[in-house]
């Protein structure tokens, strides 16, 4: 397919909500992940979101396999509460596509964005390219971000670094959370050549936080190339559990005991070592406000909903789920002690997962490590996500019965029927855990919701 706009539909009008615009982005490029800037670049330039963020705004970009979510979101919350006005992309969304774009913690509206995309699609237009859903969308929001006179942008990345469209922005402090296998149809089957991708996003001289104790031979040589400055935890900063409600962060230049977030640790160490690392002046007072409130939906995301004990995760890889394992087995140990201090009469509390995954991911892996996590969970309510990479209800099922008997295996056509009977199928002291993809939790939500 040409860039030539010939076999395009027609740009929404004047009227067109945000819906309408959405559904016409998904459709004006032969697919929806196309790596590469060569598109992108000319669009951006004629926006003027490249030079307004160089001129006028201090960039933290944050990529990785597992934690650019909750990295993101601690930055924000920290530059926030110094007193910058800070604007926070993240992708993708759970209910509302708004949830990408915000600036000081509060949604764009629905028209902020559709002016957007009006000057984009102009742009797009008269640079005579096609671009794809999440290149134009990523370009909406740096535009918005531009246009708000921003003074802090956090930027997470889409997909791998060195061709996301995040990467034309050059940051001031990059942050890799950390690297696994995932996006093989894109990055490469093997940590030298996805940490290559992620480590893209490096330029010249800046700072470096790099959230995990191995690093790919691939990482340090885009390090060595860059002169950047990387402070790797482990080695650089250090950070530990002291209580339920508080840790330990230390560098070579502070100790510092903290309130604990509701967020993993390891995102937030790696979160905080960026922000100290930066040149914007953010006191302590700020940092201790930040993580006592900031939250992330999705993210060891825990829940009292219709009577139950819910918990949203967004874990879809291998990786993902040691971090969700990390911070569940000390929460069930509390649940647990807490039921047998109560010694209710009705029945033992056990987990019930519900749970789907997209076609693309390793579920084998995921399933495997959630079933030999000792933790005792019961059922599993599956069903097909509503979106075109799903992976079908018979795939799901049949990886989970290499692990667990047919009769805890209960089968939907639909999540939210899944999410119903789940609710049925389970008591007041269980614990419901969803997981297994952003359209997992976004679709139960949605259930829920209603």
């Excluded at 989970?400 to 295996?409: A, F, G, R, T």
């Amino acid at each position: 397919m040409s860039d030539s706009q010939a076999s395009n539909p027609a740009s929404p009008n004047d009227k067109a909500d945000l819906t309408e615009w959405l559904d016409y982005m998904q459709q004006i490029h032969v697919s929806a992940i196309d790596m590469g800037l060569s598109r992108v670049l000319p669009v951006a330039e004629a926006l003027g979101v490249v030079q307004s963020a160089k001129d006028d705004a201090y960039v933290f970009t944050v990529a990785g396999t597992n934690g650019k979510g909750s990295t993101t979101a601690v930055i924000a919350q920290m530059c926030q509460a110094a007193g910058y006005k800070t604007a926070l992309y993240q992708s993708p969304h759970l209910s509302a596509f708004n949830e990408r774009v915000r600036i000081n913690g509060e949604m764009v509206s629905d028209q902020t964005l559709i002016n957007a995309f009006n000057k984009v699609e102009a742009a797009r237009l008269q640079c005579a390219l096609t671009l794809s859903f999440f290149e134009m969308t990523t370009l909406a929001a740096l535009l918005i971000f531009a246009e708000a006179d921003c003074d802090v942008w956090v930027l997470e990345v889409g997909l791998g670094g060195r061709l996301d469209v995040v990467n034309i922005i050059d940051p001031d402090m990059a942050v890799i959370t950390n690297i696994g296998i995932d996006h093989v149809d894109w990055l490469g089957d093997n940590v030298e050549d996805i940490g290559r991708e992620k480590a893209g996003i490096l330029r010249n001289g800046i700072p470096l936080i790099y959230g995990a104790t191995d690093m790919p031979t691939s990482v340090q040589q885009a390090i060595d190339k860059n002169q950047a400055t990387c402070y790797q935890v482990g080695q650089d900063f250090h950070y530990r559990e002291i209580d339920a409600i508080t840790w330990q962060y230390s560098n070579a230049a502070v100790t510092l005991q903290l309130p604990r977030p509701a967020l993993s640790l390891t995102n937030t160490a790696n979160a905080l070592s960026a922000v100290l690392a930066s040149s914007l002046e953010i006191d302590i007072a700020a940092i201790e406000q930040a993580l006592q409130t900031v939250k992330l939906a999705g993210r060891f995301d825990y829940r009292g909903l219709e009577n139950r004990h819910w918990l949203f995760d967004v874990a879809h890889n291998e990786q993902g789920v040691e971090f969700l394992l990390a911070q569940l087995s000390p929460l069930w140990q509390h649940v647990a002690k807490k039921n047998s201090d109560e010694q209710t009469n009705s029945a033992p509390a056990t987990i019930k997962m519900l749970f789907s995954m997209l076609a693309d991911k390793d579920i084998d892996k995921v399933v495997q490590r959630l079933t030999e996590s000792g933790l005792p969970i019961s059922d599993w309510f599956i069903a097909e996500i509503d979106y075109p990479r799903a992976a079908s209800t018979q795939q799901l099922q049949s990886i989970l019965s290499n692990y667990v008997d047919s009769e805890q295996i209960h089968e939907f056509k639909r999540l939210s029927e899944a999410t119903q009977a789940v609710i049925n199928g389970s008591q007041p002291q269980d614990l419901i855990v969803v997981c297994g993809s952003f359209h997992t939790i976004g679709e139960a939500l949605a259930a829920l919701e209603k």
